[in-house]
Every structure is written in structure tokens, then in C-alpha cells.
């Protein structure tokens, strides 16, 4: 529809352009020798002009826009000169034919060979030259209205991808919050599970410490449980402290309330308890999740058998070049039904390990527990260069 308006407007304005030309052409044949309006002026005027017309519009249609090349220039020139030939011979049949035939004459006009030619010639090549500016002109208007639509086009794709990177900041936006969002209830998550495995663990220690104190009452002096209870008194003042609220906590201070919980133990059971403990480099500038060594040194105790000196209680630790290895074997116990209901409350390793995965990266701990024909055989360690 666009290209049909202007198509339309385009044969308008050629008519009108054309229209108004002949007239002043004409107005100016008929000033300068004086010639009265008839219909034999009129008809010599619109028969010249139909050559004219003819001649622009052949080479402004039709050779110009197909010939116009350097490459073609064998062709355009040899046109040119076809198509003025042809004016000039038109030009000639309408002086000396066409008007005698229709009895068209002009009063003083008699028209002479040599000049009706030689004006044809001067004629012809200035609506060659109109043609000429006419295709010129016509190819910069395309050429401006081609590089407008290109422009055009390219401020739609800008525009567009503009609108594509306002859209993407807003979604990564949205993502980045979820994320955000998702992270501090997956912390508050691990928080709360940390929070309820201590609830677990303590009382689990402090069941089973009773448990030893009831039974050093009920076989030893008075004197020797008061010591016991202030031992207990420290051990449970450690257990207790706002440390413990923490992710993370001295190894020294778990070494030591393992210590203290094996001397105890000792003591309550007396020859009957036998436990080789070793101990190698400095604990005191690295960290640990609290309550985790006591919880496997409870478990050996309390599911296997101490009373053979041939097979204590084995406690290996150390820590040297940031690698902290805490190693625990015992006798299995032949009845483990015997085992059933004294202290057992469900918690024990899967609860270390779910403690240690809430803290520690993938790959900075191991804890592996290896059921051995005679043993068992527990392995905690902690890579703090992977921490």
C-alpha cells in the first residue's frame, strides 16, 4: 500500500512537472514570435514535446538505471547515440511529414532541413543531460532512504537488545535474590540442626557420666567420689560453656576433655580398664567441632571390650603440617546384646557426620570406621589446607 501511495505521487508529480513546462514552453515560442494561440500551435507544441518526454524517459527508465556501468559503457554509449538518432529523425518527421499531413502550419515558421536537425541535436542532449541528473538524483534519494532504513533498523535492534539486557539484569537480579534468599534459610537450616544435635550429644555425655559417677559412689569411698565430682565439675563446665556454641573449638580443649573423660573411666573401672593413649605435635593453633573426639572415644567404650591388657584401648593423635589424626581401636565385644540399654540413645557417628558436613568442605575430613575380624577400627582426620 506505502509503495502503491507513492508510485502515485510520483506519476502525479511528472505529469504536473511536465505540464507546467510545456506551458512556460510554450508562453515562450509564443512571446518571442508572436504567434497567436491555435489549435495548429497547440498540436506542433504537444507533438515536439511527446519526443522530448520520450527521450528523457528512455534514458532516465531504462538505459541509465541498466547500462550505467563501467562495464557496460560499450553498450550505454552506442544507446545514447541510437536513442538520439531517433529523436533527431522524429524531430524531423514532425517539420516535414506529420505537419503537412495534418496541415498544421505556423504563419512565418518555414521550417529549413539543417536547422530543424541541428536544433533536434541541441535539444536531444540537453534531455539527455535532464535524464542524466534526474537518474543521479533519484540514486542519492535511494541511497538516503536506504542508509535511513538501515539506521532505522539498526536503532530497532539496538533498542531491542537494549530492552533483551534490561530484561536479563532483571532476571539475574531476581535470581541473585533467590539465591541470596535461599542461602540465609540454608544457613539458619544448618544452624538450627547444629543447634539440635548438641541438644543431642550433651545430654548423651552427660547420661553416660552419671552413669560412671553412680557406680564410683557405689564401690568406692566418699573421698574418692568428691574428687571424681569436681572432675566431672570441670569436665561439665567445659561441656557447658557458650564455646560450645560455636562451629568450631580449640583441639586443645577437646583433647583435653577426652583425657579427663578417660582418666575417669579409669578410675571407675580400675585394673579392669586398660587404655594406651599417645599423643604427637602441638594442638593448641588449630580447630575442631566440639564434642565430635569424645562422641568416638564413648562409642569404643561403650561397645567394646577395655578389660584385656593384650587389647586396650588404642588412642592415637597427632597433628603435624596441618594435619590433624585422631585414631581409635578396641576389642569387639563378644555379646553385644549385653550392650543394649545402658546409655544408648541413637546418636553417635551419624551425628558426627552430619555435624562435620554442616562445617567442613567436601574433601576436608574424613571419618572411616572399619569393622576388622577382632577390631574396630575408627579414623577421624582433618586436612586444614582444604578447610
Not at 514552453?25 to 518526454?53: E, N, R
Not at 528523457?56 to 541509465?64: D, G, K, V
Not at 544457613?187 to 540442626?193: L, R
Request: charged share 20%; hydrophobic share 45%.
Amino acid at each position: 500500500m506505502f509503495q502503491r501511495i507513492i508510485s502515485n505521487k510520483l506519476v502525479f508529480y511528472h505529469v504536473v512537472t511536465w505540464t507546467i513546462y510545456t506551458l512556460y514552453f510554450s508562453s515562450l515560442i509564443k512571446y518571442f514570435y508572436s504567434i497567436p494561440m491555435s489549435i495548429s500551435f497547440i498540436g506542433q507544441t504537444l507533438l515536439h514535446k511527446l519526443g522530448d518526454i520520450l527521450l528523457f524517459y528512455a534514458n532516465a527508465f531504462w538505459i541509465l538505471p541498466k547500462y550505467f556501468s563501467l562495464k557496460k559503457l560499450y553498450i550505454l554509449i552506442p544507446l545514447f547515440g541510437i536513442v538520439g538518432l531517433c529523436y533527431v529523425v522524429y524531430g524531423y518527421i514532425i517539420e516535414f511529414h506529420v505537419f503537412d499531413f495534418l496541415n498544421i502550419t505556423i504563419p512565418n515558421d518555414i521550417p529549413v532541413r539543417s536547422q530543424v536537425i541541428s536544433q533536434a541535436i541541441s535539444q536531444g542532449s540537453n534531455y539527455i543531460i535532464f535524464a542524466l541528473g534526474y537518474y543521479f538524483s533519484q540514486k542519492v534519494f535511494q541511497q538516503q532512504r536506504e542508509i535511513a532504513l538501515r539506521d532505522l533498523k539498526i536503532a530497532n535492534q539496538n533498542t531491542n537488545l537494549a530492552n533483551q539486557k534490561i530484561d536479563i539484569i532483571r532476571k539475574d537480579k531476581k535470581l541473585s535474590e533467590e539465591r541470596e534468599k535461599n542461602a540465609i534459610l540454608a544457613k539458619e537450616k544448618a544452624q538450627a540442626e547444629m543447634a539440635f544435635l548438641r541438644a543431642q550429644i550433651n545430654p548423651h555425655f552427660l547420661f553416660n557420666t552419671l552413669n560412671l559417677i553412680y557406680g564410683k559412689i557405689l564401690t568406692s569411698s566418699k573421698h574418692i567420689a568428691g574428687d571424681i565430682i569436681l572432675e566431672f565439675s570441670a569436665m561439665m563446665q567445659y561441656a557447658t560453656s557458650t564455646k560450645m556454641q560455636e562451629d568450631t573449638v580449640d583441639v586443645s580443649g577437646e583433647i583435653d576433655f577426652v583425657k579427663r573423660y578417660l582418666k575417669m573411666f579409669k578410675e571407675r573401672n580400675q585394673h579392669n580398664a586398660h587404655i594406651d593413649y599417645e599423643e604427637d605435635g602441638y594442638m593448641g593453633s588449630h580447630r575442631v567441632v566440639p564434642m565430635v573426639l569424645i562422641t568416638i572415644i564413648e562409642n569404643a567404650l561403650k561397645h567394646g571390650l577395655v578389660d584385656d591388657a593384650n587389647h586396650p584401648l588404642v588412642v592415637r593423635v597427632s597433628l603435624i603440617d596441618d594435619y590433624f589424626v585422631f585414631m581409635v581401636s578396641n576389642l569387639k565385644n563378644p555379646k553385644p546384646d549385653n550392650i543394649k540399654g545402658k546409655g544408648n540413645t541413637g546418636v553417635g557417628i551419624v551425628n558426627i557426620i552430619k555435624r562435620l558436613n554442616a562445617v567442613y568442605k567436601k574433601g576436608g575430613f574424613t571419618l572411616e570406621s572399619e569393622n576388622l575380624k577382632d577390631d574396630y577400627l575408627v579414623t577421624f582426620t582433618l586436612n586444614y589446607k582444604l578447610i
